[in-house]
Nanobody, 121 residues
Framework: QVQLVESGGGLVQPGGSLRLSCTASGSIFSINAMSWYRQAPGNERELVAGIVSGGMTNYADFVKGRFTVSRDNAKNTVYLQMNSLKPEDTAVYYC???????????????WGQGTQVTVSS
């Protein structure tokens, strides 16, 4: 079994910062892609940022220059550093990890439980 645990959400004022983390545990051979998504009320879930095993990253245009995604392979953890937060960043943030449990396993996508980020004065 594989479990993902997210942490780091909360209430922050506009212009503030938060750092989210997502740690995977259990039977893991390797983790390829690690991504962050978010979903605001009434909206579809959308990709925020991602990082692959080689370290290449990608970002949605609405977070470029403000958010930074990183990973610690030894800890099976992905981070999302969020700076210059705006009220429109308010959403539930979910991590998504493509995890291989065995050497020949093509991998499955696992989701974190979600963490609420609220940006408000």
């Amino acid at each position: 079994q594989v479990q993902l645990v997210e942490s780091g959400g909360g209430l922050v004022q506009p212009g503030g910062s938060l750092r989210l983390s997502c740690t995977a545990s259990g039977s893991i051979f390797s983790i390829n892609a690690m991504s962050w998504y978010r979903q605001a009320p009434g909206n579809e879930r959308e990709l925020v940022a991602g990082i692959v095993s080689g370290g290449m990253t990608n970002y949605a245009d609405f977070v470029k220059g403000r958010f930074t995604v990183s990973r610690d392979n030894a800890k099976n953890t992905v981070y999302l550093q969020m700076n210059s937060l705006k009220p429109e960043d308010t959403a539930v943030y979910y991590c998504n990890l493509l995890i291989r449990r065995k050497v020949l396993d093509p991998g499955l996508n696992y989701w974190g439980q979600g963490t609420q980020v609220t940006v408000s004065s």
